[in-house]
C-alpha cells in the first residue's frame, strides 16, 4: 500500500492551496483518512479526519478556513486550505486505516508529506 500526496507549495497569507491523497495497492476498504501536520520545532498534530460515511474531525486552529473531503471509489482524500496564514506552514501528511480483508485489523499508512509554506 502507498500514499501519495500533492498540491502542497508556497501561498501568501490569505491564499489558497488544495491537498490530495490518494491510496494505492491491495486495498479491500478504507476507514478514517485525514491530514496531520508538522512545523519545525513541534509535535505532528492532527488537522482534519474524515471517516467513510463523510463524518468529519476539524482542528479548532483551522476550523472554518480548512475543509476536508474524500472520494471513496478513487481512494482519495482531499484538504482545501483556504484564507491561509502564516502559522500553517508546516509538512502536511495524509494517514488512512486500511483494511487488506473483510473483518481484517485496520493497518495504519502515513503518506510522504508535503511542504505548506505560507509567506508573503
Known amino acids: 500500500v502507498q500514499l501519495q500526496a500533492s498540491g502542497g507549495g508556497l501561498a501568501q497569507p490569505g491564499g489558497s492551496l488544495r491537498l490530495s491523497c490518494v491510496a494505492s495497492g491491495s486495498i479491500f476498504s478504507i476507514d478514517d483518512m485525514g491530514w496531520y501536520r508538522q512545523a519545525p520545532g513541534k509535535q505532528r498534530e492532527l488537522v482534519a479526519t474524515i471517516a467513510r460515511d463523510g463524518r468529519t474531525n476539524i482542528a479548532d486552529s483551522v476550523k472554518g478556513r480548512f475543509t476536508i473531503s474524500r472520494d471513496n471509489a478513487k481512494k482519495t482524500v482531499y484538504l482545501q486550505m483556504n484564507s491561509l496564514k502564516p502559522e500553517d506552514t508546516a509538512v502536511y501528511y495524509c494517514?488512512?486505516?486500511?483494511?487488506?480483508?473483510?473483518?481484517?485489523?485496520?493497518?495504519?499508512?502515513w503518506g510522504q508529506g508535503t511542504q505548506v509554506t505560507v509567506s508573503s
Open positions: 494517514n488512512t486505516k486500511i483494511r487488506y480483508y473483510p473483518g481484517a485489523p485496520q493497518n495504519v499508512y
